[in-house]
C-alpha cells in the first residue's frame, strides 16, 4: 500500500526553480501533524542523502549543499509536505524520495520523483 506520493519532478534550465510535493492520502491528521518529514535525494552513481527535515513542531534542517536555495514546508490540515528549489543547480539533478518517520509507528518512503537540472 502506498504511503508517500511524491509530485512536481521535471527538467529545467540551471537558475530555474521547481516545487516538489508529497501527500499522505493514507494518513489521518493527528498521524501526520506528529510525524517528521523529509526529502532525501540520490545523485546518479550515489549514495542517497538528506535534503531537508521538518518536525511536527516545524523545525527545519538543510544539508550544506541546498541552505538558502531549498525551502520545506508542510500542511497538516492538506497532509502534505513541500520542497521548493530554487537557484537549482546541475548537481541537484537526481531522484528525489519523500520520507516520513512516524516516530513508534514505522517510518515509509515515497517512490521517488526525478528532477533534472541542465546546464
Known amino acids: 500500500q502506498v504511503q508517500l506520493v511524491e509530485s512536481g519532478g521535471g527538467l529545467v534550465q540551471a537558475g530555474g526553480s521547481l516545487r516538489l510535493s508529497c501527500k499522505a492520502p493514507?494518513?489521518?491528521?493527528?498521524?501526520?501533524?506528529?510525524?517528521?518529514m523529509a526529502w532525501y535525494r540520490q545523485p546518479p552513481g550515489k549514495e542517497r542523502e538528506l535534503v531537508a527535515s521538518?518536525?511536527?513542531?516545524?523545525?527545519?534542517t538543510y544539508s550544506n549543499s541546498v541552505k538558502g536555495r531549498f525551502t520545506i514546508s508542510r500542511d497538516n490540515s492538506r497532509k502534505m509536505a513541500y520542497l521548493q528549489m530554487n537557484s537549482l543547480k546541475p548537481e541537484d539533478t537526481a531522484v528525489y524520495y519523500c520520507?516520513?518517520?512516524?516516530?513508534?509507528?514505522?517510518?515509509?518512503w515515497g517512490q521517488g520523483t526525478q528532477v533534472t537540472v541542465s546546464s
Open positions: 521538518i518536525t511536527s513542531d516545524q523545525t527545519t
Open positions: 493514507r494518513n489521518i491528521f493527528s498521524v501526520f501533524s506528529a510525524s517528521d
Open positions: 520520507h516520513q518517520d512516524r516516530r513508534n509507528a514505522g517510518a515509509f
